[in-house]
């Protein structure tokens, strides 16, 4: 292969970062499913091997696509009420997981602990606010996981446009009968569906950080 004939992301030095940035740029694009070592060395106009003078295999290969994309985690002022603050905290997650979909997937297939900086500092400003709330390291744990599985689920539906019924994005609710096949055996059914209809997914996410939220704030109340 001539220099000329070099794709435009491999002309310059090979470096660990441009080989992830490739991958990260494939995954974004096509989906995880996409990234394999051929086709990142593909894409920088190399040969597979010599991606393995940067990345030790595969697995090193996502675990620098998770550093990065986590890199680019904005974290938020700080906020003297700790309520403010992991609202800010859930918006940003949002914003991330909505800018790489398929990270999503990634975390959850992911085999190995996430220890780097980058992911820690991200769990900080979530975990901090909840400290600061009063609950207990067993209970911010909870909280965690709870609210990343409220994110994670509500990205990816968004992500896949899930939300909404057959005119998904139109944000005028449908007639019930045209809708649902019983109205009188489905009322309840026939009277939320075509709302079920409205894609607003801002709101929606609002909607359900307020819940959250609420419930936090229901339990540290409880303790008085």
Same mark, same amino acid.
């Given at each position: ?75 938020? !002022?700080?906020? $003297?009420?700790? &309520?403010?603050?992991?609202?800010? *905290? #859930?918006?940003?997650? /949002?914003?991330?997981?909505? %800018? ?20 820690? !500092?991200?769990? $900080?400003?979530? &975990?901090?606010?909840?400290?600061? *709330? #009063?609950?207990?390291? /067993?209970?911010?744990?909870? %909280? ?81």
């Amino acid at each position: 292969m001539t220099q000329a004939e070099l794709s435009p992301k491999i002309r310059g030095k090979l470096t660990r970062e441009r080989v992830i940035d490739a991958a990260l740029e494939l995954m974004d694009a096509q989906g995880l499913g996409a990234v394999t070592m051929r086709a990142v060395a593909r894409d920088l106009g190399v040969e597979a091997m010599s991606l393995y003078n940067h990345v030790h295999d595969k697995e090193d290969l996502m675990d620098g696509v998770i550093e990065r994309v986590m890199e680019g985690f904005r974290r938020p !002022e700080p906020r $003297e009420e700790w &309520l403010e603050a992991a609202r800010d *905290a #859930g918006r940003e997650w /949002r914003r991330l997981l909505k %800018a790489h979909p398929s990270m999503i997937q990634l975390l959850a297939e992911h085999s190995k602990p996430m220890t780097t900086t980058a992911t820690l !500092e991200c769990m $900080e400003c979530a &975990l901090s606010p909840m400290i600061r *709330a #009063g609950l207990t390291p /067993r209970e911010a744990a909870d %909280a965690f996981q709870t609210f990343g599985g409220y994110i994670f689920g509500f990205v990816l539906m968004e992500t896949r446009g899930t939300f909404g019924g057959p005119e998904s994005g139109d944000s005028t609710p449908g007639s019930p009968s045209a809708l649902v096949p019983d109205v009188g055996r489905l009322p309840n059914v026939a009277a939320v569906f075509p709302e079920m209809c409205v894609t607003e997914p801002d709101a929606q996410f609002e909607f359900g950080l307020d819940l959250l939220l609420a419930g936090l704030q229901a339990k540290v109340a409880g303790r008085g």
